[in-house]
């Protein structure tokens, strides 16, 4: 059975940091490509970060770049999502997702809220 499990999110003031974890069990973890998603309350879902097997080719959104860092630890079936400098605008629900050419699986989501 695969398992994707985020923890991490929270409550935290504007300009706070915030680091979410992804662990994955039920896959081989090192084939799969990850990714952070997000889904702000009326808004569609968008695309927050990836990165690719090997850990080399990073994508962003343009609004975080700079700001948030995605890394991965393939021996220990982790992906992760450092959250820096964070803004109102990035309360959302985030959820993980691990992906190859054939499937694709999604966590349960953790919620952040960004505010004073």
């Known amino acids: 059975q695969v398992q994707l499990v985020e923890s991490g999110g929270g409550l935290v003031q504007p300009g706070g940091s915030l680091r979410l974890s992804c662990a994955a069990s039920g896959i081989t973890f090192s084939n799969y490509v990850m990714a952070w998603y997000r889904r702000a309350p009326g808004r569609a879902r968008e695309m927050v970060a990836t990165i690719n097997t090997d850990g080399i080719t990073l994508n962003y959104q343009a609004s975080v770049k700079g700001r948030f860092t995605i890394s991965r630890d393939n021996a220990k079936n982790t992906a992760s999502l450092q959250m820096n400098s964070l803004k109102p605008e990035g309360t959302a629900v985030y959820y993980c997702?691990?992906?190859?050419?054939?499937?694709?699986?999604w966590g349960q989501g953790t919620q952040v809220t960004v505010s004073s």
């Open positions: 997702k691990a992906a190859v050419a054939w499937d694709e699986y």
